[in-house]
Nanobody, 119 residues
Framework: EVQLVESGGGLVQAGGSLNLSCATS????????IGWFRQAPGKERERVSCISRNDESTFYEDSVKGRFTISSDNAKNTVYLQMRSLKPEDTAVYYCAAGDFCFDYVNYWGQGTQVTVTS
């Protein structure tokens, strides 16, 4: 059974930091790109960051460049999203997802973790 389990969300003040984790199982970790998406209330889901298969490349949306860092631990089949200098507009449910290519068709989704940034 394929699973992507996010953790690390929470409540933080603006300017603070959070570290999200996406623990995966049920598929060959190196065969998939793993991305982070987010969805704020009343808004469409948007992409945030992605790390390609075999960690060849990383991608960030402009809104998070310089503040968020994506990384992976192949030994733990886990992808991380380090979030710094958080802003209230970063408030959303954050999802990790696996697909053949970054920001392309998603094969598997996690259940999401809530991030709330207060001003």
């Amino acid at each position: 059974e394929v699973q992507l389990v996010e953790s690390g969300g929470g409540l933080v003040q603006a300017g603070g930091s959070l570290n999200l984790s996406c623990a995966t199982s049920g598929f060959i970790f190196g065969d998939y790109a793993i991305g982070w998406f987010r969805q704020a209330p009343g808004k469409e889901r948007e992409r945030v960051s992605c790390i390609s298969r075999n960690d060849e490349s990383t991608f960030y949306e402009d809104s998070v460049k310089g503040r968020f860092t994506i990384s992976s631990d192949n030994a733990k089949n886990t992808v991380y999203l380090q979030m710094r200098s958080l802003k209230p507009e970063d408030t959303a449910v954050y999802y990790c997802a696996a697909g053949d290519f970054c920001f392309d068709y998603v094969n598997y989704w996690g259940q999401g973790t809530q991030v709330t940034v207060t001003s």
